[in-house]
């Protein structure tokens, strides 16, 4: 029972039932989809990018605890980086839900994701978002499934 | 069948003993997180008896050899278990002849036999093979494929929101260009038995040739496939208490006769030139390979202690089940149940408000209980009800009330960590 507790803390329990940023950018620079085919989970999201700055971050779409807070933090986390910034961060949650590593950026919000690491049916729903954020940055069309990597 | 609503914890029928039931499957006594496993997703798949799992080791034991081959002892103590256990499964499901059981993989392997081997030969551009909104995507997709591949269409009948097939839209759909209808006896995400007799009446009246999906009935109901007179029934070894890997195509004898092989190989021969080859009788001529012989062997061993249990009775257990476990969850605020056909095998699917399945299924995890969250392979009934997934708790043979108890307790805590 420690390790729900773990996983969902009151910060993951607020983001899910009142999620920051959940709009639509329009226009955004970029944009890209994501899918969990195995619990239909779906998260669009919106950017808009200038100089190397993510002005403005938004996501919409609808799916468990986990996703949904992810995708709320990570939007949380992200306004006002550089893309270099973005790309740390995303290399540093991954490792953060997969291993055993530590957080070591300034978004340090994005702790309570590391309850994730001891549920592996859960990771894809932690990373849904962060990988559709790649593929945003990336400008890659296709939508992004959690089945494909 | 009785639809109606038990509102005190039940007494069990007295023929069947689920406390001496459960003492059969040693995996019931394993611990999940420290807790007591309490297994509810016997609709993907059941727990096997011990006298399964000893079928199996005595197999490997003591008999194991390829069959229909050797001369030598063991070869032919396998091929006699072997084909012992065919004349099992065409006792159980009522078929007239051995010859027509077929074992295959699954029941998604029996379902893509037909589509390739019936279907696909025989379809031509317009013609039209009939499915419900219910089935599972193994009786969806094979279908599709053999479509693109014929220029045929697929035609699907309705449900209504109570997860029941609209008779009425059922039979204007069935047309003079009709050649197949396939569709499921129970369905997985719902519950749902379908009314087959009228249905493969209304069918084979008007000329379609019908294939029956039951992977979620034979564990559940009596199945008698010449009583029901459907052409086809497909169903799979795991879900009925046997070993993973096995699964059953009923074909009628003639229609098998009269369909080219599915898969060349060993087995399904009778004689080969480099010129010409001649196939084999039925069932061979559609097992090609060596197939799952221990699998196969302890498939017939889940089936006699099912015939020793008795389908009524454990039907009758099921359906106690059912009925309490309906009741005790339609108490629970905020929670709906997804499918409510009065004619329901053991499942419940539910949502429950503000609360994703994939959340409810990881807290009761928690607590040792395993259900199932997600599609269930079947989500254009999650489009159906709007849904992008449900929870589902399916309930088996070994089941109890005082497991139901535990279900509900668990939700109450999905409830009190979701609250406001």
Same mark, same amino acid.
């Given at each position: 029972?420690?390790?729900?507790r773990?996983? %969902?803390?009151? &910060?993951i329990?607020?983001? %899910?039932?009142?999620?920051?940023?959940f %709009?639509?950018?329009?226009?955004?620079?970029?944009?890209?989809?994501?899918?969990?085919?195995?619990?239909?989970?779906?998260?669009?999201?919106w950017?808009?990018?200038?100089?190397?700055?993510?002005?403005?971050?938004?996501?919409?779409?609808?799916?468990?605890?986990?996703?949904?807070a992810?995708?709320?933090?990570?939007?949380?986390?992200?306004?006002?980086?550089?893309?270099?910034?973005?790309h740390?961060?995303?290399d540093? &949650?991954?490792?953060?839900?997969?291993?055993?590593?530590?957080?070591?950026?300034?978004?340090?919000?994005?702790? &309570?994701?590391?309850?994730?690491?001891?549920?592996?049916?859960?990771?894809?729903?932690?990373?849904?978002?962060?990988?559709?954020l790649?593929?945003?940055?990336?400008?890659?069309?296709?939508?992004?499934?959690?089945?494909?990597? | 069948?009785? !639809?109606?609503?038990? #509102?005190?914890?039940?007494?069990?029928?007295?023929?069947?003993?689920?406390?001496?039931?459960?003492?059969?499957?040693?995996?019931?006594?394993?611990?999940?997180?420290?807790?007591k496993?309490?297994?509810l997703?016997?609709?993907?798949?059941?727990?096997k008896?011990?006298?399964?799992?000893?079928?199996?080791?005595?197999?490997?034991?003591?008999?194991?050899?390829?069959?229909?081959?050797?001369?030598?002892?063991l070869?032919?103590?396998?091929?006699?278990?072997?084909?012992?256990?065919?004349?099992?499964v065409?006792?159980?499901?009522?078929?007239?002849?051995?010859?027509?059981?077929?074992?295959?993989? !699954?029941?998604?392997?029996?379902?893509?036999?037909?589509?390739?081997?019936?279907?696909? $030969?025989r379809?031509?551009?317009?013609?039209?093979?009939?499915?419900?909104?219910?089935?599972?995507?193994?009786?969806?997709v094979?279908?599709?494929?053999?479509?693109?591949?014929?220029?045929?269409?697929?035609?699907?009948?309705?449900?209504?929101?109570?997860?029941?097939?609209?008779?009425?839209?059922?039979?204007?759909?069935?047309?003079?260009?009709?050649?197949?209808?396939?569709?499921?006896?129970?369905? #997985?995400?719902?519950?749902?038995?379908? $009314?087959?007799?009228?249905?493969?009446?209304?069918?084979?009246?008007?000329?379609?040739?019908?294939?029956?999906?039951?992977a979620q009935?034979?564990?559940?109901?009596?199945?008698?496939?010449?009583?029901? #007179?459907?052409?086809?029934?497909?169903?799979?070894?795991?879900?009925?208490?046997? $070993?993973?890997?096995?699964?059953?195509?009923?074909?009628?004898?003639e229609?098998?006769?009269?369909?080219p092989?599915?898969?060349?190989?060993?087995?399904?021969?009778?004689?080969?030139?480099f010129?010409?080859?001649?196939?084999?009788?039925i069932?061979?001529?559609?097992?090609?390979?060596t197939p799952?012989?221990?699998?196969?062997i302890?498939?017939?061993?889940?089936?006699?202690?099912l015939e020793n249990? =008795?389908?009524?009775?454990?039907?009758?257990?099921?359906?106690?089940l059912?009925?309490?476990?309906?009741?005790?969850?339609?108490?629970?605020?905020?929670l709906?149940?997804?499918?409510?056909?009065?004619? +329901?095998?053991?499942?419940?699917?539910f949502?429950?408000?503000?609360?994703?399945?994939?959340?409810?299924?990881?807290i009761?995890?928690?607590?040792?209980?395993?259900?199932?969250?997600?599609?269930?392979?079947a989500?254009?009934?999650?489009?159906?009800? +709007?849904?992008?997934?449900t929870?589902?708790?399916?309930?088996?043979?070994?089941?109890?009330?005082?497991?139901?108890?535990?279900?509900?307790?668990?939700?109450?805590?999905?409830?009190?960590?979701? =609250?406001?």
């Amino acid at each position: 029972m420690n390790e729900l507790r773990d996983l %969902y803390q009151q &910060v993951i329990l607020d983001h %899910y039932k009142q999620p920051r940023n959940f %709009y639509r950018l329009k226009p955004a620079t970029h944009h890209a989809k994501g899918h969990n085919p195995l619990c239909g989970d779906e998260v669009d999201i919106w950017l808009d990018i200038q100089d190397n700055i993510i002005r403005d971050i938004g996501f919409t779409g609808q799916g468990c605890a986990i996703s949904t807070a992810s995708a709320s933090l990570m939007t949380e986390a992200l306004r006002g980086k550089t893309l270099s910034e973005a790309h740390q961060i995303f290399d540093e &949650v991954r490792a953060m839900v997969t291993t055993d590593t530590q957080l070591t950026s300034p978004a340090g919000k994005l702790m &309570v994701l590391a309850g994730v690491r001891q549920f592996p049916a859960r990771v894809k729903c932690a990373m849904l978002a962060w990988h559709t954020l790649n593929a945003a940055l990336n400008h890659q069309t296709k939508p992004v499934s959690t089945e494909q990597t | 069948m009785s !639809s109606s609503m038990i #509102n005190t914890q039940p007494r069990l029928s007295h023929e069947f003993d689920v406390g001496s039931v459960r003492q059969d499957f040693p995996i019931l006594n394993t611990s999940v997180h420290h807790q007591k496993l309490v297994y509810l997703d016997n609709a993907a798949t059941t727990q096997k008896p011990q006298a399964v799992l000893d079928a199996l080791t005595h197999y490997y034991q003591h008999d194991n050899a390829n069959v229909h081959r050797g001369v030598h002892a063991l070869s032919e103590r396998a091929t006699q278990a072997f084909e012992a256990a065919r004349e099992t499964v065409r006792h159980f499901i009522g078929a007239r002849h051995a010859q027509e059981i077929i074992f295959v993989r !699954s029941t998604t392997e029996a379902i893509n036999l037909v589509a390739g081997s019936f279907a696909r $030969p025989r379809l031509k551009p317009d013609d039209e093979i009939l499915i419900t909104e219910m089935e599972h995507h193994s009786n969806i997709v094979p279908w599709q494929l053999v479509c693109q591949q014929t220029g045929a269409c697929l035609k699907v009948a309705p449900m209504d929101d109570q997860g029941i097939l609209q008779m009425h839209e059922f039979e204007k759909q069935i047309g003079p260009r009709t050649r197949l209808v396939a569709l499921t006896h129970v369905s #997985n995400a719902l519950g749902s038995i379908n $009314p087959l007799q009228e249905i493969i009446h209304l069918a084979k009246s008007r000329g379609a040739v019908v294939l029956i999906d039951g992977a979620q009935a034979v564990a559940h109901l009596p199945v008698n496939v010449s009583q029901l #007179n459907c052409d086809f029934y497909a169903f799979s070894g795991h879900k009925l208490y046997g $070993p993973t890997g096995t699964g059953v195509l009923y074909g009628r004898a003639e229609l098998l006769e009269s369909m080219p092989p599915w898969q060349g190989g060993g087995d399904m021969i009778r004689s080969v030139t480099f010129e010409h080859t001649e196939y084999n009788d039925i069932p061979y001529k559609f097992e090609a390979g060596t197939p799952d012989i221990a699998g196969v062997i302890g498939l017939a061993a889940a089936i006699r202690y099912l015939e020793n249990l =008795g389908l009524g009775p454990i039907h009758a257990h099921e359906q106690t089940l059912l009925h309490y476990a309906t009741e005790r969850l339609s108490n629970l605020p905020g929670l709906r149940i997804i499918g409510q056909s009065p004619q +329901k095998s053991s499942l419940i699917s539910f949502v429950m408000d503000g609360v994703h399945p994939h959340d409810i299924g990881t807290i009761l995890d928690g607590e040792g209980i395993a259900i199932r969250t997600g599609h269930h392979c079947a989500m254009p009934i999650m489009d159906h009800f +709007k849904v992008p997934a449900t929870a589902r708790a399916s309930f088996a043979l070994y089941n109890t009330t005082e497991e139901i108890d535990a279900l509900v307790s668990g939700l109450n805590h999905v409830t009190q960590w979701f =609250g406001k």
